[in-house]
Each structure stands twice: as C-alpha cells, then as structure tokens.
C-alpha cells in the first residue's frame, strides 16, 4: 500500500515535470509555435477563403441557336435565368461553340435544332443535344444539372398547356401531369455549399497535422542532441513513461481547448460557416481524438532521424488521410484493405465525429461510436509510444554515456 | 572530373546513404502512385446504403422501393418504423439518405390524386448525398411518367404518342471528356501529378538544405571553384531525370494501367511534366533562398505544394474562387501543369490551346531562378543558413 502510494506520488511529480518540460520546449522552439499558429488559424483562414463562395455559380454555356423562333428563344431564357448557368448565344454553328470551348470560354455547348418550334406546335418529339465537359465534375453537374432540369420543366410546360386546351383546369392538369410529385429536402449542408462542407473536414484533419508535426519537430531535435532521457527523468525508471505520455497528452489537449474556440467561433462565424454543437460536446469529443493523435506521433516520431524528416512525411500523410476517412468519397467505393488501413488512423473517426457534431446535429450519443474508436485507438497508440519512448531513452542513455 | 559531374556523384552517393532522403526520393513517389490507383480503382460509387419509411405497406408501395433498389446508385438497406428513427440513421452516417412513401399512396394513386414522396439526403456528404438524390428523381420520375402514359392509353392515345405527350423534348447528352463520369479519372489526374510536384518540391528543397544545415556550402563552392550554377546543375539534373521517369511511370499508371481517356498529344504532355518538374525545382530554389533555416524552406515548400492542389481547380474550379485568389492560383506551376494535362488527355484539345500553359510555365521557373539566384549565391557563400531552428 505505501509502495503504491509512493509510486503515485512520484508519478504525478513527475507528470508535473513532464507537463512544463514539454511546454516550455514548445515555447522556446520557434518552428513548434509557428507550426501551431501558422497552420491552424492561417492554413484554415487561406483554405476557407478558396471555397468560401460556397457553390459555382453562372456557368458560361453556348447556345447553338438552329430555329430562331420565339419558342427557342423561351428556352434559353429559362436556361439563362437558372442558378448555374450563363447562356452565351453569340454562336451561329457548333464550329464556332467548338472553338469557344477549346479556349475555355465556355464549359458546355448546348443545341437547340432546327424546327424546333414546328415539331412541339406538330406533337413532335425534338431533341436538345448538350456537350457538357466532365473532365472538371464540378462543371458539369452544374451544366447538366440545370439543363436537365429546364428541359423537364419545358415539357412539363407544354404538356400541360394541351390540357389547359382541352378545358381542364390548371391545378388539375399540373396534378395529372406527374401522379407522383417528389420533394427532396436536403439536410444540413442546404446549399450544398463547398466551404460548408471541406471545412469542418479541414479543421479536424489541421489538429492532426499540426500535432503530428509539432510532436516530430519536438522529438527530432531532442534526438539531434539526445537529451530525451535528461529532460523527462522518469522515463528510465520502471512505470515512467505513463506519466510522461499522460503529461504530454493532457498538455496538447489543453492547447486545442484554447485553438478551437477560435477556429470554431472567430474563423467559422466570418465566413458563415454553421456550427451545431455545443462546445463542451467538441471538448469531450476531442479529448481522445487529441490523446490519440498525441501517442501516435510519439509512436512515429522514433523513425524521423532529423527534426526536419517530420514534416515531409507528414505533409505527404495528411491527404491520404483525408481520403480514408470517406467523406470525400464515400467509403462503399473502398476496398476492405483501405477501409481497415483508415481504422487505424485517428482522423478517420475524428473527421466524422467533428462533421457529426458540427454539421450534422448529432448528439453526443450520435458520435458516441467514433468517440470510443478513439478511445481504443488512444489505448494502442499508448502502448507502442510508452515502449518506442522506452526504447529510445535507453538508446540514448546508453550513447550519452559512451 | 568536371565539377559539375562530381557534385552530381556526390548527391546520388548522399541519396543512396541518407535514409529519409532515399524512402523520400525513390520508395515514396511509387507508394503514392499505387495508394491512389488503387484506391479509388472503381471510381463510381455504387449501392449507396439507403432507408425507406413505408407507412403504406401495399404493393404498390413495395414495387417502388424495389425500383429504387435496382438503381446502381443505391441501395435499400434500412427500414425504420418512422422519419424520425431514419433521421437518427442520417446523422450516425449509416444511411445517405430517407426515403418516405406516405400513407395511402396505393389507394390515392388509383383514384387519380397527385402523391408525394420525400426524400431527405444528407447534403453534408456532397458527392454521395448528391447521387442518392439524383437516383431518387430519377426513379420517381419514371415511375411518375409511367402512370402518366397510363393514363393517357386509357383514353386512347397511343403509347408512342403517350411517351411524345410527356416529353415533347428529348435530353441528348454528351458527356464529353469523362463519359462514365468516373471520380478516378477525375481525381486521380489532379492528385497523382500533384503528389510527384510535391516530391519534386521536397526532394530539391532536401537536397540543399540538408547539406547547408550542416555548413557544407563552402565545400560545394570549393568543389566547383565558385560557381553557383555548377552546384546547381549537378545537385537538381539528376533529380530532373529521375522524376521525370517517375512522372512517366505517374501517367503510364494512369493512361496504361487504369486505361484513363487519352485524346490529345503525347509529347506535349511529356514536355510539359518536364517544364512542371524544372519549375518546381525552381520555386524549391526560391524557397531555400529566402527562408532562415531548413525547417522553414520545407515549411514554406511543402504548404506551397500542398496549397497548389487546391489552387488548380480540382477540388473547386478557379472560375468560383474570389477574384483575388484567381489571380494568386495563376503563380502556381500545378495550375497551368493540370491545364495541359487535362486539355491533352482526356479533353483531346488541338496542341495550339496549350501553348499557352507551357509558355507560363517557362517563365515561371525564369522568374523564380532569377530572383532567388543572388540571395542563393549570398547564403552559398556564408555556408549555412541563419538560424539551426
């Protein structure tokens, strides 16, 4: 029992040290505070302001003018007066469309055929032919989108005026006219808007990088001169690393205590993004997300040699892990290979969770999944960083005394 | 031995003896380029999981969530008691959308009354939410027309006139460039050449900045008696060749290997990875010279290369950027490389439209060269830079 107690004792003097060694090495590392600052806030800040008109808007499109007549004329003011697109009709033939597009005037070209008038007057079928360019996705839903959506609602027009001819009344002919009416309420993200959507992404995926980096800058130079054993002493001593682990981890924690508020209350408020949670359920939320990241990046931080290698490595890591978490592709598209290797990391339940919980309405037993996800990946990462942390300091010890 | 040629030893005899370097340089350019190949090697995404209320419960009821389930898109996986559990479904992201068939619809339908199914996606997920919705419409809507035309048989009209009746214009579309809309097409041009940039980048700023972090600038101008142009010749040439056959396994991986639409012009593609790789070392140059340690060069480098993917249209074309940041996407070497690569591939353009990229990519790596040349010379001269941090 006094052993015990003993033991505690010196853990949490030790924790105490660990804690403030940690943070003043941060204060006095230069690139670690600038990684914090700069990243967080000025990364988030260049990255929103990209996407921050949200969606496209007034996509330039040619129109290819064959029948000239007032009906033609309809139809491309109500392409004109959409959302998406921008109707150019200075083209007499698709040659001279063709041309415009290669030049990157217009993203599509749209035809409307000769006699088109005539066949509608005639009950015949005419065709509107379109070229939208999917090599850019973005364009050509919009193109696509808002042309498909004039056509139905052309012939949606004259259908039902061939009803209003034969007597039947308004109301009746548009009810005749689709049986089945569809409403389609869109969730959250009602505008589909860009910045709405990356964001969220974004901060989440930050708070990895910058931890990531900060923690290999930190551990690199302590290996370049190999004081990793002199400035955490307990670590040699038979259960020290827990407390040195837990010091570092709560630290961090409490770092992003202060960096989220901002991020969340300062940069998302200016560029109106919605935030639909409470802070305290971000706080919780991120607790393991944080100790999770923090024990992986001691993990690795064993194989960065320079406290430059950090960086690169994971600069080149942060998109795949964008990738892996599924929301920008979903993850039904994955093999069973990528979607156990996206398990592994922490931003994969950490991105979700934060989307859920900011985005998405969700309560905290919504995300209550994630949230132990990172519990266990926290619970793995602590112990492959407690014995790499090991292993190192008495690597180290053993060089300095040579 | 020309100095040049043993700077240019000297760099790949460090390359094969400094770890980081070499897994940086050589193992890492082929991990990404089959990490993207093959993650995203369906590239269509398919049977989206997908929930149903039916407060209805009839056959008619039943055939439309059976229509809905044969959409490729989706897929119906769910059936909760009421909107309310299905909204729950949405937001623990098990479901991309709820699909609600409302009462009576079997018996509202056969006397003629106009119903309405809703459909709640989760617009948050914009590329699966956007699918789920258009499969929905789509669905719907045939099913819709199909009543329709019903009911105009009744009254005698002919089916072929029924159909012309409903739709009196035809859609003809022609997706051109990507004509099964595959996301890999799409996504991968953008992130594979954009990953080699950034290689491009890290490596070059590695290569000067490992040797000037340990205050080996002075013996490089020993080595090549003063000239800053010969220790750049033979520490960058043999990068420039090797990522270039990197670059050349990139587009193989894509255009061979994954079969992506190729229409346009090799050469010029070729000729413009090579401008897209000089410029890079070039920017790389830059970023050295003005930075005060290693750590900063890669700082600035990496941020700079990761930003540029954004900045090239992929993810958000240029055209929706604020005015200010499309003049800024303009400095970047990707965004007139991705130009190239899009016009000459898959778009097929004639080699005139790309002209103009290849021209802004030549004085693009002039311009940085050239302003970062003095500065480069100065801290060649001092041997190490400002600051170890």
């Given at each position: 029992?006094?052993?015990?107690?003993?033991?505690?004792?010196?853990?949490?003097?030790?924790?105490?040290?660990?804690?403030?060694?940690?943070?003043?090495?941060?204060?006095?590392?230069?690139?670690?505070?600038?990684?914090?600052?700069?990243?967080?806030?000025?990364?988030?800040?260049?990255?929103?302001?990209?996407?921050?008109?949200?969606?496209?808007?007034?996509?330039?499109?040619?129109?290819?003018?064959?029948?000239?007549?007032?009906?033609?004329?309809?139809?491309?003011?109500?392409?004109?007066?959409?959302?998406?697109?921008?109707?150019?009709?200075?083209?007499?033939?698709?040659?001279?469309?063709?041309?415009?597009?290669?030049?990157?005037?217009?993203?599509?070209?749209?035809?409307?055929?000769?006699?088109?008038?005539?066949?509608?007057?005639?009950?015949?079928?005419?065709?509107?032919?379109?070229?939208?360019?999917?090599?850019?996705?973005?364009?050509?839903?919009?193109?696509?989108?808002?042309?498909?959506?004039?056509?139905?609602?052309?012939?949606?027009?004259?259908?039902?005026?061939?009803?209003?001819?034969?007597?039947?009344?308004?109301?009746?002919?548009?009810?005749?006219?689709?049986?089945?009416?569809?409403?389609?309420?869109?969730?959250?993200?009602?505008?589909?808007?860009?910045?709405?959507?990356?964001?969220?992404?974004?901060?989440?995926?930050?708070?990895?990088?910058?931890?990531?980096?900060?923690?290999?800058?930190?551990?690199?130079?302590?290996?370049?001169?190999?004081?990793?054993?002199?400035?955490?002493?307990?670590?040699?001593?038979?259960?020290?690393?827990?407390?040195?682990?837990?010091?570092?981890?709560?630290?961090?924690?409490?770092?992003?205590?202060?960096?989220?508020?901002?991020?969340?209350?300062?940069?998302?408020?200016?560029?109106?993004?919605?935030?639909?949670?409470?802070?305290?359920?971000?706080?919780?939320?991120?607790?393991?997300?944080?100790?999770?990241?923090?024990?992986?990046?001691?993990?690795?931080?064993?194989?960065?040699?320079?406290?430059?290698?950090?960086?690169?490595?994971?600069?080149?890591?942060?998109?795949?892990?964008?990738?892996?978490?599924?929301?920008?592709?979903?993850?039904?598209?994955f093999t069973?290979f990528y979607?156990?290797i996206?398990?592994?990391?922490?931003?994969?339940?950490?991105?979700?969770?934060?989307?859920?919980?900011?985005?998405?309405?969700?309560?905290?037993?919504?995300?209550?999944?994630?949230?132990?996800?990172?519990?266990?990946?926290?619970?793995?990462?602590?112990?492959?960083?407690?014995?790499?942390?090991?292993?190192?300091?008495?690597?180290?010890?053993?060089?300095?005394?040579? | 031995?020309?100095?040049?040629?043993?700077?240019?030893?000297?760099?790949?005899?460090?390359?094969?003896?400094?770890?980081?370097?070499?897994?940086?340089?050589?193992?890492?350019?082929?991990v990404f380029i089959l990490f993207f190949n093959s993650l995203l090697s369906k590239?269509?995404?398919?049977?989206?999981?997908?929930?149903?209320?039916?407060?209805?419960?009839?056959?008619?009821?039943?055939?439309?969530?059976?229509?809905?389930?044969?959409?490729?898109?989706?897929?119906?996986?769910?059936?909760?008691?009421?909107?309310?559990?299905?909204?729950?479904?949405?937001?623990?992201?098990?479901?991309?959308?709820?699909?609600?068939?409302?009462?009576?619809?079997?018996?509202?339908?056969?006397?003629?009354?106009?119903?309405?199914?809703?459909?709640?996606?989760?617009?948050?997920?914009?590329?699966?939410?956007?699918?789920?919705?258009?499969?929905?419409?789509?669905?719907?809507?045939?099913?819709?027309?199909?009543?329709?035309?019903?009911?105009?048989?009744?009254?005698?009209?002919?089916?072929?006139?029924?159909?012309?009746?409903?739709?009196?214009?035809?859609?003809?579309?022609?997706?051109?460039?990507?004509?099964?809309?595959?996301?890999s097409?799409?996504?991968n041009?953008?992130?594979?050449?954009?990953?080699?940039?950034?290689?491009?980048?890290?490596?070059?700023?590695?290569?000067?900045?490992?040797?000037?972090?340990?205050?080996?600038?002075?013996?490089?101008?020993?080595?090549?008696?003063?000239?800053?142009?010969?220790?750049?010749?033979?520490?960058?040439?043999?990068?420039?060749?090797?990522?270039?056959?990197?670059?050349?396994?990139?587009?193989?991986s894509?255009?061979?290997w994954q079969?992506?639409?190729?229409?346009?012009?090799?050469?010029?593609?070729?000729?413009?990875?090579?401008?897209?790789?000089?410029?890079?070392?070039?920017?790389?140059?830059?970023?050295?010279?003005?930075?005060?340690?290693?750590?900063?060069?890669?700082?600035?480098?990496?941020?700079?290369?990761?930003?540029?993917?954004?900045?090239?249209?992929?993810?958000?074309?240029?055209?929706?950027?604020?005015?200010?940041?499309?003049?800024?996407?303009?400095?970047?070497?990707?965004?007139?490389?991705?130009?190239?690569?899009?016009?000459?591939?898959?778009?097929?353009?004639?080699?005139?439209?790309?002209?103009?990229?290849?021209?802004?990519?030549?004085?693009?790596?002039?311009?940085?060269?050239?302003?970062?040349?003095?500065?480069?010379?100065?801290?060649?001269?001092?041997?190490?830079?400002?600051?170890?941090?």
């Open positions: 029992m006094k052993n015990l107690f003993k033991l505690f004792y010196r853990g949490t003097i030790s924790f105490k040290n660990a804690f403030i060694t940690e943070w003043n090495s941060i204060k006095s590392d230069k690139a670690v505070s600038s990684t914090f600052l700069s990243v967080t806030f000025i990364i988030l800040i260049v990255y929103t302001y990209i996407y921050s008109n949200q969606v496209i808007k007034e996509v330039p499109v040619a129109i290819v003018n064959q029948d000239g007549t007032k009906m033609s004329r309809d139809y491309i003011a109500m392409l004109e007066s959409t959302e998406g697109t921008k109707t150019i009709t200075s083209f007499t033939d698709l040659k001279e469309a063709k041309k415009a597009y290669y030049s990157k005037e217009v993203e599509g070209i749209v035809i409307v055929p000769k006699n088109f008038e005539k066949n509608i007057r005639r009950g015949k079928q005419t065709t509107i032919t379109t070229f939208a360019d999917a090599a850019n996705m973005l364009f050509y839903k919009r193109v696509l989108g808002d042309v498909s959506v004039v056509n139905g609602y052309f012939s949606a027009g004259i259908s039902i005026k061939k009803e209003l001819a034969k007597g039947i009344s308004y109301d009746q002919a548009q009810k005749n006219y689709s049986p089945i009416k569809t409403i389609s309420n869109s969730l959250f993200n009602t505008t589909s808007g860009y910045a709405t959507y990356l964001i969220p992404m974004l901060t989440a995926l930050i708070i990895q990088l910058v931890l990531l980096m900060g923690i290999g800058l930190l551990s690199g130079s302590r290996r370049e001169v190999i004081s990793t054993h002199t400035e955490f002493p307990r670590i040699l001593h038979k259960g020290g690393v827990i407390s040195v682990l837990l010091a570092k981890a709560c630290l961090y924690t409490l770092i992003y205590m202060i960096i989220i508020p901002v991020q969340v209350g300062v940069i998302y408020a200016l560029f109106g993004i919605p935030v639909r949670s409470s802070l305290l359920s971000i706080y919780i939320f991120i607790i393991p997300y944080v100790f999770s990241v923090v024990f992986l990046g001691i993990s690795i931080s064993s194989f960065f040699k320079r406290r430059e290698d950090s960086i690169v490595f994971l600069v080149l890591l942060s998109i795949p892990s964008l990738m892996l978490s599924g929301l920008s592709f979903p993850v039904e598209g069973l979607n156990f996206s398990e592994l990391i922490p931003s994969t339940p950490g991105i979700l969770g934060f989307v859920k919980l900011t985005q998405m309405e969700a309560s905290f037993l919504e995300v209550l999944n994630q949230w132990n996800h990172l519990w266990i990946l926290t619970f793995i990462y602590f112990i492959i960083a407690a014995i790499s942390l090991k292993i190192r300091a008495k690597k180290e010890f053993k060089l300095k005394k040579a | 031995m020309k100095p040049s040629l043993r700077i240019a030893k000297r760099e790949i005899a460090l390359l094969f003896n400094t770890k980081s370097t070499f897994v940086l340089a050589i193992i890492l350019p082929f590239g269509v995404a398919r049977d989206l999981p997908v929930a149903v209320v039916d407060l209805d419960q009839s056959a008619t009821s039943r055939n439309i969530i059976a229509q809905l389930d044969a959409a490729p898109e989706i897929e119906i996986g769910f059936f909760p008691v009421n909107q309310q559990k299905g909204e729950e479904l949405i937001r623990l992201g098990k479901v991309y959308g709820l699909v609600t068939i409302p009462k009576n619809i079997e018996a509202d339908l056969k006397s003629g009354k106009q119903v309405t199914i809703v459909n709640q996606y989760n617009s948050n997920l914009l590329l699966a939410g956007g699918l789920e919705n258009k499969a929905f419409r789509k669905v719907i809507g045939t099913i819709s027309a199909g009543i329709n035309i019903e009911k105009q048989r009744k009254q005698g009209v002919s089916k072929q006139q029924a159909i012309i009746n409903y739709v009196p214009i035809i859609a003809n579309n022609h997706t051109l460039s990507n004509p099964y809309t595959n996301y097409y799409y996504l041009t953008g992130f594979l050449t954009m990953f080699l940039q950034l290689f491009v980048m890290l490596t070059t700023i590695y290569c000067f900045g490992a040797d000037l972090k340990y205050s080996k600038g002075g013996k490089l101008l020993n080595i090549t008696k003063g000239s800053l142009l010969t220790i750049i010749l033979g520490k960058v040439l043999p990068y420039t060749v090797w990522f270039f056959l990197v670059g050349i396994v990139t587009l193989l894509m255009y061979v079969d992506f639409p190729f229409f346009g012009s090799k050469l010029t593609v070729l000729a413009g990875l090579l401008l897209l790789i000089v410029a890079n070392q070039c920017y790389a140059l830059y970023f050295v010279s003005v930075s005060n340690s290693f750590r900063e060069a890669l700082t600035f480098g990496s941020g700079f290369a990761a930003v540029s993917l954004s900045f090239s249209g992929v993810t958000y074309p240029i055209f929706g950027m604020p005015t200010v940041l499309q003049w800024l996407s303009q400095i970047f070497p990707f965004t007139h490389f991705f130009e190239l690569l899009l016009d000459q591939s898959q778009r097929g353009f004639p080699v005139f439209y790309s002209l103009k990229s290849i021209i802004i990519l030549v004085v693009l790596s002039i311009v940085s060269i050239s302003l970062s040349w003095f500065k480069l010379k100065r801290l060649f001269l001092k041997g190490s830079f400002n600051h170890n941090i």
